[in-house]
């Protein structure tokens, strides 16, 4: 199983970025996924789950309207676009297979930091 986050970087408040999660060595339309995200001195916080087809997306209140959750089956990737960025949002995202349970999975991570 490999996860690999790309697409973080430096932006400031109210700008966008758009994060990717190439999936490998599973069959990746059979897993819900999710993104976790870690603020710097703070524990893990879930962000966003996707079910296997894309159909149903859930949020944590806080990106709600926000962020939108994604994913692309014939490429293996899942996806997550940040618009309105804030402070608050800086921390490092993984993409997560089979998020909160003990077949959980995590890519490497991708630093996000909104700063003026």
């Known amino acids: 199983v490999q996860l690999v986050e790309s697409g973080g970087g430096l932006v400031q408040p109210g700008g966008s970025l758009k994060l990717s999660c190439a999936a490998s060595g599973f069959s990746f339309d059979n897993y819900y996924m999710s993104w976790v995200r870690q603020a710097p001195g703070k524990g893990q916080e879930w962000v966003s789950t996707i079910d296997t087809d894309g159909t149903y997306t859930l949020y944590t209140d806080s990106v709600e309207g926000r962020f939108t959750v994604s994913r692309d089956n014939a490429k293996n990737t899942l996806y997550l676009q940040m618009n309105n960025l804030q402070s608050d949002d800086t921390a490092v995202y993984y993409c997560?297979?089979?998020?909160?349970?003990?077949?959980?999975?995590w890519g490497q991570g991708t630093q996000v930091t909104v700063s003026s």
């Open positions: 997560v297979k089979n998020w909160g349970t003990t077949t959980a999975y």
